[in-house]
C-alpha cells in the first residue's frame, strides 16, 4: 500500500526528494496508512529500496535524493501489458461448439 504512495510523492515533486522528505508528505497527508508500531522510515525506506530495483526511481548519490527515472513510464506500461497478456492466457478458453457433419454410411455387404 506504501509503493503508490511514495511513487506519487516523487511524482508530483518537481525536484529530486529525500526520505526526509517522503516521510513528513505521508505524515501529513496520509497520516492513517502506516500502523503505529511500524516505523515510518524504515517503511519508506524498504519501499524506495523496492521502487529502485523495479527501476521506476533512481538515487542521486551526490544530493542523497530519489527521483524518477526516465522510463518509468515505459516499464509501467511493459509491466501492465506482462501482467494482461499473462492473465488473457492463464484464463479458461472459451467452449467452442462442436461441429456436427451428417456423415452418410455406407451400407456395406
Given amino acids: 500500500m506504501l509503493l503508490p504512495v511514495v511513487l506519487q510523492i516523487i511524482y508530483k515533486s518537481k525536484h529530486p526528494v529525500t526520505i526526509s522528505d ?11 496508512l502506516i500502523a503505529p508500531q511500524v516505523s515510518l522510515k524504515t517503511a519508506v525506506i524498504e519501499c524506495t ?53 451428417h456423415v452418410k454410411l455406407s451400407r456395406t455387404k
Avoid: M
Avoid at 517522503?22 to 492513517?32: G, L, N, T
Avoid at 513510464?73 to 506482462?82: D, G, H, P, R, V
Fill in 22 to 32: 517522503v516521510c513528513r508528505r505521508i505524515k501529513h497527508s496520509f497520516r492513517d
Fill in 49 to 101: 529500496l523496492q521502487l529502485c530495483s523495479f527501476g521506476y526511481i533512481l538515487h542521486d548519490p551526490v544530493s542523497h535524493c530519489y527521483k524518477l527515472s526516465a522510463n518509468w513510464q515505459s516499464l509501467e506500461t511493459a509491466t501492465f501489458q506482462n501482467r494482461l497478456r499473462k492473465i488473457l492466457n492463464d484464463w479458461p478458453k472459451p467452449i467452442r461448439k462442436k461441429r456436427y457433419v
